[in-house]
Nanobody, 127 residues
Framework: QVQLVESGGGLVQSGGSLRLSCAVSGSTFSSSCMGWFRQAPGRKEREGVVVTDNTGRASYADFVKGRFTISQDNAKNTLYLQMNSLKPEDTDMYYC????????????????????WGRGTQVTVSS
């Protein structure tokens, strides 16, 4: 069974950078059908930051385009999210996720009760 463990969150000043990591275990690593999501306290839904389809092509949310980049290290079975030019509104809990159904569907479609999720890592950006 696939397991995901996020790390790399922390406190950073506005304009700073962080790199989040998602260690993947329990299956052959692939950067396809993966995604980074975020959720603010009290909000029910998690919003997509970047997702990859079943070809590995990445799609970014408009609010992070040009600032965030997804990448992977196959040798380390790890997915990364490089976050630059951080803003206070980027403060959230960030989650790594995998959508097993994406392989046949072609794209990631997830809710908090579907797919495989990590426990999250907190990112706080001070102004």
């Amino acid at each position: 069974q696939v397991q995901l463990v996020e790390s790399g969150g922390g406190l950073v000043q506005s304009g700073g950078s962080l790199r989040l990591s998602c260690a993947v275990s329990g299956s052959t690593f692939s950067s396809s059908c993966m995604g980074w999501f975020r959720q603010a306290p009290g909000r029910k839904e998690r919003e997509g930051v970047v997702v990859t389809d079943n070809t590995g092509r990445a799609s970014y949310a408009d609010f992070v385009k040009g600032r965030f980049t997804i990448s992977q290290d196959n040798a380390k079975n790890t997915l990364y999210l490089q976050m630059n030019s951080l803003k206070p509104e980027d403060t959230d809990m960030y989650y790594c996720a995998h959508d097993p159904a994406c392989a046949s569907r072609g794209r990631v479609v997830l809710t908090t009760t579907t797919g495989v999720w990590g426990r999250g890592t907190q990112v706080t950006v001070s102004s």
